[in-house]
C-alpha cells in the first residue's frame, strides 16, 4: 500500500508539472500571437498612410483640372453676346464648365447630333430660320424623345396644345411630337412667329422657355428689349447661355477635351418611307409583313403610341422601316 501511495503521489506531481508546463508555453504563444497582431495593426496603419499619401501625390501629378476658358467673342444667330458685361461673362461660364466637365451628357450630345442635325439643318434651313437653333432642340431633350414632368414631349418639347396650335397631330394613336421633321417645322413656325414679335433671334430663343407672353411682360415691366439685361427665373436666366455653351463646345469638342472618331458617332438610319392611308389593326404584324419587327418599327416611327392605327378618314401617313433586312443599319455616306 505504501508504495502504491508513492507512485500516486508521484503521477500527481507529473500531473501538476505538466499543466504548468502547458500553461507557461500557452501564455507564450499568446504573447507571442498578441505582439504579432499587434505589429500586423501597426504594419497596416503605416501601409494605409503609404497609401493615402501615394493617392494624394499621384492625384496632385496627374490629375490636373483646368478652368475653362471664354471664346474671345460669341454670337447666336448671327447676334454678338455682350462679354464685355462681367454678369453675362459668369452666367455663361457656368454653362461651359457644366457642359464641359459633364462628360456623359456632352459625348451623348456629339453622337446623338451626327445623327439628327442633318435632318433638322435641312428643315431650318428650308423655313429661313438659323442654323443655330438646332442647339435649342438639343439642350431641350439632348435629342432624345423625352417627356417632362409638365407633360412636354420630343426633341422640341412640345405641349400638347401648344403642338396641336402649330399643326401637330397629337391623340392617343398618333403624337407627332415624336415626328422629329414635323416637331420641326412646327418650331421654324413658333420661332418665325417669335422672331416678328421681338425683332431678334435671341428672343425668340428665350421666348421658346418661358413664353411669348411671358418674355414680353418681362420686357415692359423691365423696359428693356435685350434679353441680356432682363432679370428672369433661373431656368430662362440659363436657357440662352446653355445653348451658346452647347453650340461651341460641340462646334470645338477638342478645345474642351473631348476626343470622339468617326465611328465613335451615331450614324444615320437607312431607311425607306411607307404611305399608308389605311387603318393597321396590329402593327406587330404589319412590321412582320415589311420585313422587319415591332422594337424596329417603333424606334423608327416613336410617332405610333398604341399597337394599332385606326384611320376612318383615309389619311395618308409616311411611316419608316429598314431599307435592308429587317435590323438598322447606317445610310451608306456612313
Not at 500500500?1 to 508555453?25: E, P, R, W
Not at 431678334?200 to 413664353?211: E, K
Not at 423608327?300 to 431599307?323: C, F
Request: proline share 4%; charged share 25%.
Amino acid at each position: 500500500m505504501k508504495y502504491i501511495k508513492q507512485i500516486g503521489i508521484s503521477l500527481a506531481l507529473i500531473a501538476v508539472l505538466a499543466f504548468a508546463v502547458n500553461l507557461f508555453s500557452f501564455s507564450k504563444q499568446k504573447d507571442s500571437d498578441s505582439n504579432k497582431t499587434h505589429s500586423n495593426n501597426h504594419e497596416s496603419a503605416t501601409s494605409s498612410e503609404e497609401i493615402q499619401v501615394d493617392r494624394r501625390s499621384h492625384i496632385r501629378d496627374h490629375y490636373k483640372i483646368f478652368s475653362v476658358p471664354l471664346p474671345e467673342t460669341l454670337s447666336f444667330a448671327g447676334e454678338p453676346v455682350p462679354l464685355q458685361d462681367m454678369d453675362i461673362r459668369e452666367r455663361l461660364d457656368r454653362e461651359f464648365i457644366v457642359n464641359t466637365y459633364w462628360h456623359s451628357q456632352t459625348f451623348l450630345f456629339q453622337k446623338r447630333a451626327n445623327r439628327w442635325f442633318p435632318i433638322i439643318d435641312s428643315i431650318l434651313k428650308a423655313n429661313d430660320v438659323p442654323l443655330d437653333f438646332k442647339y435649342l432642340a438639343l439642350i431641350e431633350s439632348g435629342l432624345d424623345n423625352v417627356v417632362s414632368p409638365a407633360g412636354a414631349a420630343g426633341f422640341w418639347q412640345f405641349m400638347r396644345t401648344t403642338g396641336r396650335s402649330y399643326g401637330l397631330e397629337v391623340n392617343k394613336y398618333v403624337d407627332e411630337r415624336y415626328q422629329v421633321e414635323k416637331a420641326t417645322v412646327a418650331a421654324c413656325k413658333y420661332l418665325k412667329n417669335a422672331y416678328k414679335q421681338f425683332g431678334n433671334w435671341t428672343a425668340a430663343a428665350a421666348s421658346y422657355n418661358m413664353g411669348m407672353g411671358g418674355l414680353s411682360n418681362r420686357l415692359k415691366e423691365q423696359k428693356t428689349n435685350n434679353y441680356y439685361d432682363l432679370y428672369l427665373n433661373n431656368e430662362t436666366s440659363r436657357y440662352v447661355f446653355r445653348i451658346l455653351a452647347a453650340k461651341h463646345i460641340l462646334e470645338n469638342p477638342k478645345d474642351f477635351g473631348f476626343n470622339l472618331i468617326d465611328s465613335d458617332l451615331y450614324p444615320e438610319h437607312d431607311t425607306k418611307v411607307l404611305e399608308v392611308d389605311s387603318t393597321i389593326n396590329n402593327l406587330s404584324d404589319f412590321a412582320l409583313s415589311q420585313g422587319t419587327n415591332y422594337k424596329i418599327l417603333k424606334k423608327l416611327n416613336p410617332w405610333l403610341r398604341e399597337k394599332n392605327l385606326p384611320n376612318s378618314t383615309k389619311k395618308t401617313y409616311r411611316i419608316l422601316v429598314p431599307a435592308q433586312g429587317y435590323n438598322l443599319k447606317p445610310i451608306d455616306q456612313y
